[in-house]
């Protein structure tokens, strides 16, 4: 069973950087990617980052170049380093895991991110 905890959100201004984390228990051993999305009030739910087992990476056109995912080696933990944030980056935050060997996916509960102008 995989279990995603996300952490780091808060209210920051225009300008400003945040980093989130997410802390994911019951590591398979198997291909995996995990994905970061955020949802703003009243809209659906976005991509923003993705990255595999083996380190590759893509980003949402809206957030390439401002934003960098990373995890750890055995990806126990993903990472979102998001910098010069826009109001427009205000969202819920949330973790996202799919394992190749358990076939499902899993969310974490979600981390608020506050951009003021």
């Known amino acids: 069973q995989v279990q995603l905890v996300e952490s780091g959100g808060g209210s920051v201004q225009a300008g400003g950087s945040l980093r989130l984390s997410c802390a994911a228990s019951g590591y398979t051993g198997c291909n995996y990617y995990m994905r970061w999305y955020r949802q703003a009030p009243g809209k659906e739910r976005e991509f923003v980052s993705s990255?595999?087992?083996?380190?590759?990476?893509t980003y949402a056109a809206s957030v390439k170049g401002r934003f960098t995912i990373s995890q750890d080696n055995a990806g126990n933990a993903l990472y979102l380093q998001m910098d010069s944030l826009l109001p427009e980056d205000t969202a819920m935050y949330y973790c996202?895991?799919?394992?190749?060997?358990?076939?499902?996916?899993?969310w974490g509960q979600g981390t608020q991110v506050t951009v003021s102008s």
């Open positions: 996202f895991k799919y394992d190749y060997c358990l076939v499902r996916n899993y």
């Open positions: 990255i595999d087992n083996y380190g590759m990476t």
